[in-house]
């Protein structure tokens, strides 16, 4: 039986590149990952995630989604926010109906 070996990362960098070079119409993937030395099907597991966003940079295209993700959840979050305290206000002027301020009592002298 043959003792596996140990899983080898690879950075964004190194990926990227991989994946570009297979985009060149005359290069085919398996002669990529053999001159690579890794196998095909790991190669092509990182074309389909670079396509569906999983693989990112340090790049500027990755940052700006990152932030626009981040900005994304800020939002949805000021939203709650913002609906709950809506909410409260309703609430405090309801209230302001049935518990009016004690109009203040001047002491006759």
Do not use: C
């Amino acid at each position: 039986m043959k003792k596996r070996e140990q899983h080898t990362f690879y950075n964004y960098q190194f990926k990227h590149t991989a994946v570009k070079i297979t985009d060149h119409p005359n290069i085919q993937s398996v002669d990529v990952a053999e001159a690579l030395g890794i196998h095909p099907i790991m190669l092509y597991r990182w074309r389909q995630e670079m396509r569906d966003g999983k693989i990112e940079d340090n790049d500027q295209e990755a940052r700006s989604r990152t932030e626009l993700l981040e900005a994304k959840a800020k939002i949805r979050q000021l939203e709650r926010q913002l609906k709950q305290l809506r909410e409260e206000n309703v609430i405090l002027k309801k209230a302001e109906r049935f518990f009016p301020e004690k109009k203040s009592q001047r002491s006759g002298s």
